[in-house]
């Protein structure tokens, strides 16, 4: 089983819709990380948090908001979403700060599909 | 030219098969370098960090050839269970994030 929860597992919503994706982890890694993931392609990096602050935006829409509670926590909250923005999205933590060092521990994911 | 390139396949081998995965990258200050396994609708898992001086992990190699920039997955003896998407994974822009290539999906058939 993965030690990176996320929740919900499936989510269905319509364009004028507020919702939020959450991401646990208890491994006490310093990075978390939100990845976006279309059918057949790989995952794409939509944020990075480092020691609880925000270290990368990759450009993406303002319509995605994340947030880091704590260490153990975070955050997307998704608000006039596109129909193509359903994708999986996948949340993951590191033990380092630094992505390229060590290993990506993933959850398992929210599947997301707006209506 | 893309950042990390790979043949997505798929590669469909028999049982025992060896097969063997290249994955290049455009990046020549790249220093880390991974190899990653994604089963269907699942999440990614490392599979193997890619060492150097090359490395080995039961049934699985990798290597680095940082002259052609590429790495390479080797696999021996394919399983049922090897079946899986395999992604390469180049760390970009420093060691702060990573690029992860399209994915070399294998097919392992009784």
């Known amino acids: 089983d993965t030690e990176v929860t996320q929740t919900p597992k499936h989510l269905v919503m319509g364009m004028t819709n507020k919702k939020s994706l959450k991401c646990e982890q208890h491994m006490g890694h310093r990075a978390m990380y939100w990845y976006k993931q279309k059918a057949k392609k790989p995952p794409e990096l939509m944020f990075v948090y480092s020691y609880e602050k925000l270290s990368i935006n990759e450009s993406v829409p303002s319509r995605f908001s994340p947030e880091c509670p704590n260490s153990s926590l975070l955050n997307l909250h998704l608000h006039a979403l596109q129909p193509e923005d359903s994708a999986l999205y996948l949340c993951?933590?590191?033990?380092?700060?630094?992505?390229?060092?060590?290993?990506?521990?993933f959850g398992e994911g929210s599947r997301l599909t707006v209506l | 030219r893309k950042e990390v390139e790979q043949d997505p396949g798929p590669f469909n081998v028999p049982e025992g098969a060896t097969v063997a995965f290249n994955c290049t990258y455009s990046n020549s200050a790249s220093q880390s370098f991974f190899w990653y396994r994604q089963d269907c609708r699942k999440e990614p898992k490392l599979l193997m960090s890619v060492y150097s001086s090359g490395n080995e992990d039961g049934r699985f190699t990798a290597q680095l050839n940082r002259a052609s920039q590429y790495i390479s997955l080797l696999i021996r003896d394919s399983k049922l269970s090897d079946s899986a998407t395999y992604l390469c994974?180049?760390?970009?822009?420093?060691?702060?994030?990573?690029?992860f290539g399209t994915g070399t999906k294998l097919q392992v058939i009784p």
């Open positions: 994974v180049v760390n970009s822009g420093g060691y702060q994030k990573v690029t």
């Open positions: 993951a933590s590191s033990q380092g700060e630094f992505a390229g060092v060590g290993e990506l521990f």
